[in-house]
Nanobody
Framework: QVQLVESGGDLVQPGGSLRLSCAAS????????MNWYRQAPGKERELVAS????????SYADSVKGRFTVFRDNAKNTVYLQMNSLRPEDTAVYYC?????????????WGQGTQVTVSS
């Protein structure tokens, strides 16, 4: 069945870098988007990066443009979020999301979340 397994969250210093991984399994050959969300305490969930399964079209939240990069390794069925120049405001739980499109239906799958803390 569909499963998303996240890893890579850690405690890092401001200005540091971190790479998050999301290993996906159980998907059919359908169109889907892989997304990274984050949520800090007391704040709403924020979409930070997205990449499509076909064409590799990417998008980013304004707050992370120029610092974060989302990419995928199709052979490993893994999506990554490379985070550079990290700031304390990047501290949040980061979630991997797969949004699957079947005709006009949309179905969401979520990873368990991984904590990213940016602090001196």
């Amino acid at each position: 069945q569909v499963q998303l397994v996240e890893s890579g969250g850690d405690l890092v210093q401001p200005g540091g870098s971190l790479r998050l991984s999301c290993a996906a399994s159980g998907f059919a050959d359908s169109y889907y988007a892989m997304n990274w969300y984050r949520q800090a305490p007391g704040k709403e969930r924020e979409l930070v990066a997205s990449i499509s399964s076909v064409g590799g079209v990417r998008s980013y939240a304004d707050s992370v443009k120029g610092r974060f990069t989302v990419f995928r390794d199709n052979a490993k069925n893994t999506v990554y979020l490379q985070m550079n120049s990290l700031r304390p405001e990047d501290t949040a739980v980061y979630y991997c999301n797969a949004r699957v499109f079947v005709l006009t239906l949309v179905r969401d799958y979520w990873g368990q979340g991984t904590q990213v803390t940016v602090s001196s």
